[in-house]
Structure formats: structure tokens, C-alpha cells
């Protein structure tokens, strides 16, 4: 495999190409499809656009790519402002949910369309083809017509056409989700792949929450047509800015209650009489007697004897379980807090839990997060 062809021409990742996306809105009549979206893409990152429907996901990456007009903002590539240039004068690679490929036409000739549309010379156009397929492991496949390959292939063909002409950045529209679970998931780790063999930098919408954690650098979450919070992966994760974050993002227990007094590091929260004691950075700790929301991921939380040493311990009855390979998930229904979901290693844990007993479970006062409840 090589990347020759795409390292031997100028690439946009040579010269100094961050996008940058300053209050941008989009209205439809009243509807603000996007409402003030601010945002700075890094060269060369993986970032991921991460919402539920309606989100405003796709009316983002089409306002970058020029086929959306903006009401409001700008949008910059380096210094200079794209947000009157027509789509194809920004030089941007699109990938889409459908393949969208010429099905009269072989796969050569796809890949080799945009730059036959730049009037590019035959040899040239001939080593970024075979590049690109050589890129996404379809060289052997050149002479097929898009109808005699597997979906999996048509979106790696439809991935060299956006790519052979070196474009800026790469933008992709849910590109797998027509793919069945196990072909999706090797399209996953070959997009990775691909994104760190050629550094181009990718935008990537998708509402898939697992496909945004593994494969992104950085996932920007919108709802309504704001941007609610951007981060790594893991920050995302360990540390959602919401509830919404924390249920969209995972799953998460949610823990309500009152201040009732700081501790060095934390608080205590009270409900229906009983404390839990949680961690906080002594400047994000809140006030005594402010009402508070604590997201506790499910496996942080442990089935906890009466002897041992734990911050926060509940008991409950357990009114649900089940075996899912790796681990269990129980549902333990408290007095105070209604259900909470555990989720643990199966691996370890010997006799499976039984339904109907009285349980209790524990967790340290680092597991949890206070979150804005939103
Ligand atoms: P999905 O995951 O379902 O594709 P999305 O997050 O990509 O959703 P968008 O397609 O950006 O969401 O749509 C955002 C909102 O704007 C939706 O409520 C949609 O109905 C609305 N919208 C998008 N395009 C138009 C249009 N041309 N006219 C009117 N409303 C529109």
C-alpha cells in the first residue's frame, strides 16, 4: 500500500488551512436550525459532530461545505472568510450516507472523476487513482461497475473519490450508517486508519455515540442547533457538562439532592436522609443548600459488602438483571434514589445475582460528576 501519490502534490495540509466557524446561525422561517456555532477545527483532527436528530449536525457540515447558506457568522479556512465561495471552489472531499457513485462507470473511472473535472494530465490522474484505490484496498477492483460490489467496498470507492484530489479536509455525513454492525465496525478501524496515514484533517457527523468515542480526537455534542460542549473523547465521557451529555454519551444514573455541608475535596448531598459524599475541585464546589444533580456512570458502581471501605453505599432490591457476555447490568431499585443501573465484569464475580434480593451497592465519591441539569 501507498500514499505516494497523495504526499508527491501539494497538499492543503502543507500550508496552514484550520477551519474556523464564528457565530454561525441558520434560521428556517423562525426555526434555528443553527444558533450561534462557534467553533476551531485543528489541522489534521478527527472531530466528530455528535447529536441527536433534528441537531443541526448536518445543517453544520453542509454550511461548510457551501451547498447551505448561513444567515448569520462567518466561516474561515485559515484567515480568510469561504462563506460566499461557491462548493466546489473550496476544495473540500464529501463523503455522504448513500455511495453516490456513477453506477455506468467503473470504479477507475469514479475515483478518477474529480480530476478529470480539474483538467488534470493523464499520468498524474493515473497515479492518484491507483493511490487512492491502493488506499482503501481496491486496486485489484478497478475495472468492477459500482453494482458488483459489497456496500462496504462502494463506500470505500465513494472515501478515494473524495480523497484523490487532495482536497482541504474531508467531510462525511453518517458514511457507514447503511453498513451492517460487523461491516461497519472494520469500516471504522480502516477510516482511522486512513485518517492517520494521510493527516488530512476530518469532519464527521454521526449520532452514534460509540463510533464518536472511538474514533474521533475531539466530538463536538449539539442539541437545537447548539453546540452544548466539545472535548476529547474522554473528557466527554469522564466529565459531561450536562445531563443531556451524560445520557447522550454513555449512560448514566442520576443522583438528586440538596447541599447539606463541604468536606476537604468535596460535599455532602442529602435526599430522603441519606448523605452522599462527593468529589469536587474546591472552586466548582457548589453552595450549601443549592440543589444539585450527580451523573454516576453504571460501571463505577459496585455490588458492596458490609465490611469494606466505600464512600457511598445504597441498598436496594435488585428487580432486574442481565447476562451480557462481558458483563451484568442490574437494575437495584433504592428507596431513595429509585432504580440505578449497575453495570458489572461478569469475569470474577462467580454466582450471577439474583433477582428479587436485597443488594447493595457502593461507589467512591470520584465516580460521580456534578452536572449542569440541562
Ligand atoms: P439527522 O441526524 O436526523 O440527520 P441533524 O442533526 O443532521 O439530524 P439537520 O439535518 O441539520 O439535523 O436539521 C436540523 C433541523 O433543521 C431539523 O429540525 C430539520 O428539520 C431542520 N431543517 C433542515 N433543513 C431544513 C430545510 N431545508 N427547511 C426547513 N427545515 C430544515
Not at 33 to 49: P, W
Not at 58 to 76: C, E, H, K, W, Y
Not at 188 to 200: A, N, T, Y
Amino acid at each position: 500500500m501507498t500514499t505516494e501519490g497523495f504526499a508527491s502534490v501539494p497538499t492543503a495540509v502543507q500550508v496552514d488551512h484550520d477551519l474556523s466557524i464564528e457565530s454561525l446561525s441558520k434560521f428556517y422561517g423562525d426555526f434555528a436550525a443553527l444558533d450561534d456555532v462557534s467553533l476551531a477545527v485543528k489541522r489534521g483532527e478527527f472531530l466528530t459532530l455528535l447529536g441527536p436528530s433534528g441537531s443541526g449536525k448536518t445543517t453544520l457540515l453542509m454550511s461548510i461545505a457551501g451547498f447551505v447558506q448561513p444567515d448569520r457568522g462567518d466561516i474561515l479556512l485559515g484567515r480568510q472568510s469561504i462563506r460566499h465561495l461557491p462548493p466546489e471552489q473550496r476544495n473540500f472531499g464529501m463523503v455522504f450516507q448513500g455511495y453516490a457513485l456513477f453506477p455506468h462507470m467503473t470504479v477507475y473511472d469514479n475515483v478518477a472523476f474529480p480530476l478529470k473535472v480539474r483538467k488534470r494530465p493523464f499520468a498524474e490522474i493515473k497515479k492518484k487513482v491507483d493511490a487512492a484505490l491502493d488506499l482503501v484496498q481496491l486496486g485489484a477492483q478497478a475495472s468492477r461497475y459500482p453494482r458488483q460490489l459489497s456496500g462496504g467496498q462502494q463506500q470505500r470507492v465513494a472515501l478515494a473519490r473524495a480523497m484523490v484530489f487532495t482536497p482541504h479536509l474531508l467531510l462525511l455525513d453518517e458514511p457507514l450508517s447503511a453498513l451492517d454492525k460487523k461491516l461497519r465496525a472494520e469500516l471504522q478501524d480502516e477510516l482511522k486508519r486512513l485518517h492517520k496515514r494521510v493527516g488530512l484533517t476530518f469532519i464527521y457527523v454521526t449520532h452514534d455515540q460509540d463510533e464518536a468515542l472511538s474514533m474521533s480526537d475531539r466530538i463536538v455534542v449539539m442539541r437545537d442547533g447548539k453546540v452544548v460542549q466539545k472535548g476529547t473523547p474522554s473528557e466527554l465521557y469522564e466529565r459531561p457538562a450536562t445531563s443531556f451529555v451524560a445520557n447522550f454519551l454513555g449512560k448514566s444514573n442520576f443522583l438528586r439532592g440538596k447541599v447539606e455541608s463541604h468536606v476537604t475535596g468535596g460535599f455532602v448531598l442529602t435526599h430522603q436522609g441519606v448523605r452522599i459524599i462527593q468529589a469536587s475541585e474546591n472552586r466548582n464546589r457548589p453552595a450549601i443548600g443549592q440543589h444539585v444533580v450527580i451523573a454516576l456512570r453504571p460501571e463505577k458502581i459496585n455490588l458492596a459488602g458490609n465490611d469494606g471501605q466505600i464512600d457511598n453505599k445504597l441498598t436496594g432490591v435488585i428487580s432486574e438483571w442481565s447476562y451480557l457476555g462481558s458483563q451484568f447490568r442490574l437494575v437495584v431499585d433504592t428507596p431513595e434514589f429509585g432504580d440505578v443501573v449497575v453495570m458489572m465484569p461478569t469475569w470474577g464475580h462467580g454466582e450471577p445475582p439474583i433477582a428479587r434480593n436485597v443488594a447493595t451497592i457502593g461507589w467512591e465519591r470520584s465516580a460521580g460528576t456534578l452536572v449542569a441539569d440541562a
